[in-house]
């Protein structure tokens, strides 16, 4: 009876949940104008007009002294409130730094403004942006980050926050106990990985305080999206299970995985097994039972793991048993797949494999997620995904590494292009999957600028006005700047393939090489080329110095010309070595060591460039002293080794940080260099022996506990203008 009714209560949940906030909330649509001008609210009137469903709308006019918000659901009325922000008022919000200086009188709008969305779904997040991004975030954060997403037009964003608690509650109901399940959950810092079945247990084990406060984030979140208009993509059941199932239950059908980047082997559940459909029911009617549905699930069965067989046939009849898992539970499920695995295993995934693993659903029942479309569009050697709805997205960022780095005329053009291209298919949508966030603002605003709009991005139009809402006046030298840096830093030409940007030679484990795996130091562009973009934003800082997007920009130019000077100085103390020139050793050595000071003083003017927030902000969520640590070693270990002190991804998700550079990167190239000179009469460096000694210092690293600065220190132009001022004369001679 209690199993009927728990079915029951789901079912209503299930119908109630998507059709709550299909009309306007006003309450909501208010509050969220009060939040981002709270001292010009009361300017603004918000009303709802009807939309065609499936095509979200909004209308600007003034009214009186007021100015009228109109939309068919509070996501498309904070969508208004943005464009009449950014078109009327020289406003900007991003995460590294907002302009909202507005008069005291908001302008007036001459003629009624009327948009609608030629694109039904607007995506947001990627497994990966939870733990390169948002481990540590709390409430406020995320309310913060719903608030960007609503004014820039997300409809669909990704929410797997707490997702560990309804499996632990579905795996305690099965019968599992919390000692079968301690080696199962990963860390914080690494359920992308965990939930797209590459690891078990790194970084744990997971307390369950964790799993229930994560829970109740969850809660909040979905709460608040759903009143903006948004239909929030919830996880579903691909097969991953514990290592102790296969005790619990003998005659499953499992199969040993491993992602062959240093941890154990994974269990994947057979797809046949009569197990899989049932888990995966079980888990959706919890999920639902707790959590609601927008009917819209996010399941990646062969994440960088290859399927067992490449048969067209065993493909689609595991592609039919994922989706029948989601319809068993519910009947309106649609499977949204990120078509990563189709760009990162493309020699598996030939015609046949692709097409049998998509055509086994329904066309109306699954949505791809063309990953990284402005990278390599997946969807033109797909037949535009074999008839299935798509979503044209930005990818953009690996790691959540720091570099300036884009394609800023691709992203421009392309999402039109292919909205008009005859053969691109079911084209619904377009999206943001990059890994990492708060880094490249301009990028961001560029690929949401499409949200409204069908035709192309004009470039010689956006950029300058982009760069007087963001800086709060019309600068010449702020515009040239950023012009050069279009054609710099924010392009990759055809002839060179560059999937993301490029880290700098300090970032790697120390090396007589120009590069290692992880830390590639080719530029997109010629290094010196960069420089004039520099000299102009100098020459922007007398006007444009009170802009917090402003002081970022320059910090991050700065960041990056100085970034791409290690390297000429690294292959400088590489040639010493060689040429076994004592002198020039230790005079090179000396100004490696400066620069990064120098870099590290730099970053410590701005908070989105320090280690400390990062390790305060996982240490918060620690309820006791143990947790505490645990967290701490997640923070810092996700950003270094990445893994274990062997594990193949080191510097994956390197990040030019203060904190990180003087406390970290610094000390392993003074221990490198020591360890040269203690090899100078050989010319054999000794790679090997150091490599080894330089792992088990940076496993102690990770495992040391240690605070770090949290405020900023220094004035963020005034440091960049005094590193403009030491480095500019160097920079042709090194």
Known sequence: MKCTLNVFLSFLL????????????????????????????????????????????FEIESRGNKIVLRGNNAGSVSSALYYYLTNFCHAQITWNGSNLNLPAVLPSVKEKIHKSSPYQYRYYLNYCTFNYSMSWWDWARWEKEIDWMALHGINMPLAITGEEYTWYVVYKEMGFTDEELKDFFCGPSYFAWFWMGNLDGWGGPLPLSWMKDKFELQKKILKRERELGMKPVLPAFTGHVPKAFREKFPQAKLKATNWTNGFEDTYILDANDPMFAEIGKKFLLKQTELLGTDHLYSADTFNENEPPSDEPEFLSALSAKVYEGMRAADP????????????????????????ALLEAVPNDKMIILDLATEIEPVWKRTEAFYGKPWIWNMLHNFGGNTNLFGRMETVATEPAKALQHPASGKLQGIGLTMEGIEQNPVMYELMME?????????????????????????????????????????TVHPELYKRDGAESIIQARPTLDSM??????????????????????????????????????LVDLTRQVLA?????????????????????????????????????????????????????????????????????FNAKDLITLWGDENCPLNEYACRQWSGLINDFYQPRWKQFFAH?????????PAMDTFTASIKKWE?????????????????????????????????GAW
């Open 14 to 57: 299930l119908l109630t949940t998507a059709h709550s906030y299909a009309q306007l909330n006003k309450g909501t649509a208010l509050a969220l104008v009060q939040r981002t001008v709270p001292k010009h609210a009361a300017q603004f009137i918000v009303e709802e007009i009807k939309a065609d469903p499936g095509k979200d709308a």
């Open 332 to 355: 309106e499920a649609v499977w949204v797949m990120q078509g990563w695995l189709f760009y990162s295993d493309r020699k598996f995934w030939k015609d046949p494999q692709t097409k």
């Open 450 to 490: 499409h949200t409204w709009r069908s035709d192309a991005v004009q470039l010689e139009e956006w950029l300058p006005k982009y760069v007087r809402n963001r800086y709060g006046v019309k600068n010449t030298n702020a515009e040239k700047a950023w012009e050069i840096l279009k054609t710099t830093a924010y």
């Open 516 to 553: 290692t795996r992880w830390a590639n130091t080719r530029l997109n562009y010629k290094a010196t080329d960069l420089l004039p973009a520099w000299d102009e934003l100098v020459k922007a800082a007398p006007a444009c110095k009170k802009s917090s997007g402003f002081q970022y920009d």
């Open 564 to 632: 791409d000077l290690a390297l000429p100085l690294q292959q400088q103390i590489a040639a010493a070595w060689k040429n076994k020139d004592k002198a020039a050793f230790q005079l090179h050595t000396k100004n490696f060591l400066a620069l990064m000071a120098d870099m590290d003083k730099l970053l410590a003017t701005r908070k989105e460039f320090m280690l400390g927030p990062w390790v305060a902000a996982a240490r918060a969520h620690g309820k006791t002293e143990k947790e505490k640590s645990l967290y701490e």
């Open 676 to 684: 040269l000179l203690s090899r100078w009469t050989s010319t054999d």
């Open 699 to 731: 496993w102690n690293w990770v495992n040391q506990r240690k605070d770090y600065p949290v405020t900023v220190q220094g004035d963020p132009v005034a440091v960049a203008v005094e590193m403009h001022g030491k480095y500019r004369k160097k920079t």
